[in-house]
């Protein structure tokens, strides 16, 4: 199993960035799939899910409206479209695949491999 981030960077508050995941090494499609963040001196926390079709999403209250989750079954890959980004989305970001097909969990104790993050950092 093997899950590749991409796409972080420095923005600006206000401004966008795009995150990928690409999976390989498992059927993609027969899981759901979550991404997670962890700010310098802070918890590891849930940033969004979805479930195995796409068909449920699930986001932390800090993002809602403001960032989207996808996947693309086909291409093996996962999104996170950030808008309107905050200092304090300032993190490591990981994706991570979950030990369910059809259900979002928040806990990071429900997913069972991660890829080793990419680095996001809203700043003037």
């Known amino acids: 199993v093997q899950l590749v981030e991409s796409g972080g960077g420095l923005a600006q508050p206000g401004g966008s960035l795009r995150l990928s995941c690409a999976a390989s090494?498992?059927?993609?499609?027969?899981?759901?799939m979550g991404w997670f963040r962890q700010a310098p001196g802070k918890e590891r926390e849930f940033v969004a899910g979805?479930?195995?079709?796409?068909?449920?999403?699930n986001y932390a209250d800090s993002v809602k409206a403001r960032f989207t989750m996808s996947r693309d079954n086909a291409k093996n890959t996962l999104y996170l479209q950030m808008n309107s980004l905050k200092p304090e989305d300032t993190a490591l970001y990981y994706c991570?695949?979950?030990?369910?097909?059809?259900?979002?969990?928040?806990?990071?104790?429900?997913?069972?491999?991660w890829g080793q993050g990419t680095q996001v950092t809203v700043s003037s």
């Open positions: 991570a695949r979950s030990k369910y097909m059809s259900s979002v969990r928040v806990d990071y104790n429900q997913y069972d491999y």
């Open positions: 090494g498992f059927t993609f499609s027969s899981y759901a």
């Open positions: 979805i479930t195995w079709s796409g068909g449920s999403r």
